[in-house]
C-alpha cells in the first residue's frame, strides 16, 4: 500500500479591494476631524482615476496606467503640482489599503515619473502696503474690509475668519481677542487652528465694527449660514478687490504670510509664533500642555502693531 502524498495547505491570496473601496476605508480611517475640503479631494482625486482606467481591485493597476493618468492630465496643461496633489492622494488611498489589507503588490502610482513644476509662491505683502490697504478699509467701512482689515493684523485663515460666530469676538475683556473654534458650518485645517488671537490695530477696530453692525449670529453673514462657509465666494471678491487697488501679485493669504515675517522681525519665538498663526512645528512638545497665555501673546501682536 502506497503512502498517500502530503498536500499542502492552498492559502488563498487575501482580497484585493476596488479603489473606490480603498478610498471610502481611507476616510472612515484618515478622514475623523478633517475638513470637508480632505474628504472632496479623496473622493475627487480617486475620480480622476476611475474615469481614465475604471474602477477596479487595486491588484489589476499598473504602473503602466499610472502613466497613462499623468499623460492625460499634462494634456489637459493641468499644472505639475496639481498632478502632483492628485496622486499623493491616490498613493496615500492605495497604501493605505496594501497595509491594512496585506495585499503583497506594489502601489503603482508611487514611482511614476513627473516632470518638475515651479510653485507659485504667494507673495508675503509687504508693511506698507499693509498699511495702505487698512487705511482703505476703514474709509470704505463695510464687511468686505471688516473681513481684510481683521485678517491683516491677526494672520487668520479666510475661512477661520469669514466662518466665525458673532460670539467668537470678545471685546468685553482686559485683552480683547478672537476665539478660533470649530462650527458645524466651518471646521478648521488642523487641531493646532483652535486658538486665541489677541486683537490689535485694524483687527481690534474690524471686531468692534462687527458688533456694532451686528444683525445676525454669524460675523459675516455675506459667507456664512448655519449650513456653510463660502469661504471660495470670499476669496475671490477680496482678491479683486486688493489686486484692482493695490499690487496685481496679492492675494488675501498673502496676510498671513506676512503675519509671519512681522513676528520673525521683532525676533517672536518661534513656538509663540506656531500658537498665534496655528502653524504645526512638528516638534514632539508641541501638543504638550496648554500653550501662552493672552498676555504673553499680547505683547508680541502689539510689538508687531
Not at 503512502?3 to 492559502?11: E, G, R, S, T
Not at 499598473?62 to 503640482?81: I, K, P, Q, Y
Not at 462687527?210 to 456664512?224: M, V
Amino acid at each position: 500500500m502506497g503512502i498517500a502524498p502530503v498536500l499542502k495547505n492552498d492559502v488563498s491570496k487575501p482580497p484585493s479591494p476596488f479603489l473606490s473601496e480603498a478610498m471610502h476605508h481611507y476616510l472612515q480611517l484618515k478622514g475623523i476631524g478633517k475638513a470637508k475640503t480632505f474628504h472632496q479631494a479623496a473622493i475627487r482625486n480617486t475620480k480622476v482615476v476611475t474615469d481614465r482606467l475604471g474602477d477596479r481591485v487595486l491588484s489589476e493597476y499598473r504602473t503602466v496606467d499610472a502613466g497613462r493618468v499623468r499623460d492625460e492630465l499634462l494634456s489637459r496643461n493641468l499644472s505639475v503640482l496639481s498632478i502632483r496633489r492628485i496622486f499623493t492622494t491616490v498613493k496615500a488611498i492605495i497604501n493605505l489599503a496594501i497595509t491594512e489589507h496585506g495585499l503583497d503588490i506594489r502601489n503603482p502610482f508611487s514611482q511614476i515619473y513627473l516632470p518638475d513644476g515651479e510653485s507659485n509662491k504667494r507673495v508675503s505683502i509687504p508693511v506698507d502696503t499693509i498699511r495702505e490697504i487698512q487705511e482703505a478699509c476703514y474709509q470704505h467701512d463695510d464687511d468686505m474690509r471688516w473681513l481684510i482689515a481683521l485678517i491683516s493684523d491677526t494672520g487668520m485663515r479666510l475661512a477661520e475668519a469669514a466662518g466665525l460666530h458673532i460670539n467668537d469676538l470678545h471685546l468685553e475683556e482686559e485683552i480683547p481677542y478672537v476665539d478660533i473654534k470649530p462650527h458645524r458650518w466651518r471646521s478648521l485645517k488642523t487641531k493646532g487652528s483652535q486658538r486665541q488671537i489677541p486683537l490689535v490695530g485694524a483687527s481690534l477696530w474690524a471686531a468692534q465694527r462687527i458688533k456694532a453692525n451686528a444683525s445676525s449670529d454669524y460675523a459675516f453673514p455675506r459667507y456664512t449660514n448655519h449650513e456653510r462657509c463660502n469661504a471660495n465666494s470670499a476669496s475671490n471678491g477680496l482678491n479683486k478687490w486688493l489686486q484692482s487697488n493695490f499690487r496685481e501679485d496679492i492675494v488675501i493669504h498673502g496676510f498671513r504670510h506676512a503675519m509671519r515675517d512681522r513676528l520673525r522681525a521683532v525676533q517672536c519665538p518661534s513656538e509663540m509664533s506656531d500658537q498665534i498663526g496655528g502653524w504645526s512645528s512638528g516638534k514632539i512638545g508641541e501638543g504638550y500642555g496648554d500653550g501662552y497665555g493672552l498676555h504673553h501673546l499680547h505683547k508680541w501682536t502689539n510689538e508687531i502693531y
